[in-house]
């Protein structure tokens, strides 16, 4: 019984894609919950162990029910979990739409503060001259009567 459930499982890897017993660490990597460190910790249990099914795979340190599901859905059905959904492409793109309004808003900003400051410092050198024409006359004043003095 346990040679037909064997040769079963192994002929429907076959058919449809990997085997979890022969996979490569850079496939196993592809699966989504399976980093480097948890493939090769599954291609050094499998060199003891035989898997042919979740719970085999559970037996792996670092392999819970979740991973150990996605290994046999991604190894024996040929498929990537790792794909991107189109709900996670949909929010990457509202990310980027909100980086970008972000962005475009912090440059409005950065526009408005380089305007405000260039208007203060216009104001600025505006009221400069005008406390310098103001001494200036204060000064001419001042000349003046001593000249009147002298002149008296």
Same mark, same amino acid.
Request: charged fraction near 45%.
């Given at each position: ?6 040769i ?30 948890? *493939?090769? *910790? ?6 003891k162990?035989?898997?042919? !099914? %979740?719970?085999?795979? @559970? ?16 190894? @024996?059905?040929?498929? %990537? ?7 996670? *492409?949909?929010? %990457?793109?509202?990310? *980027? ?6 962005s475009?808003?912090?440059? %409005? ?8 400051? !260039? ?5 600025d050198?505006?009221?400069?001259m ?8 204060k ?14």
């Open positions: 019984m346990k040679k037909i459930l064997a079963a499982v192994l002929g429907f890897g076959m058919l449809f894609g990997l085997n979890p017993q022969t996979a490569s660490v850079e496939k196993l990597t592809a699966i989504k919950g399976v980093g480097e460190v948890k *493939a090769k *910790a599954i291609v050094a249990y499998r060199k162990h035989k898997l042919k !099914t %979740k719970e085999d795979l @559970m037996q792996v340190k670092g392999i819970g029910d979740v991973i150990a599901q996605n290994i046999l859905k991604d190894v @024996m059905n040929g498929e %990537k979990s790792s794909k991107p959904s189109k709900k996670s *492409a949909t929010k %990457k793109m509202t990310k *980027a739409k909100k980086s970008a309004k972000d475009k808003k912090d440059v %409005k900003e950065k526009a408005t503060k380089a305007k405000k400051e !260039t208007k203060k410092s216009a104001k050198k505006k009221d400069s005008k406390k310098k024409a103001k001494d200036l006359k000064k001419m004043k001042d000349t003046k009567k001593k000249k009147d003095k002298k002149a008296a």
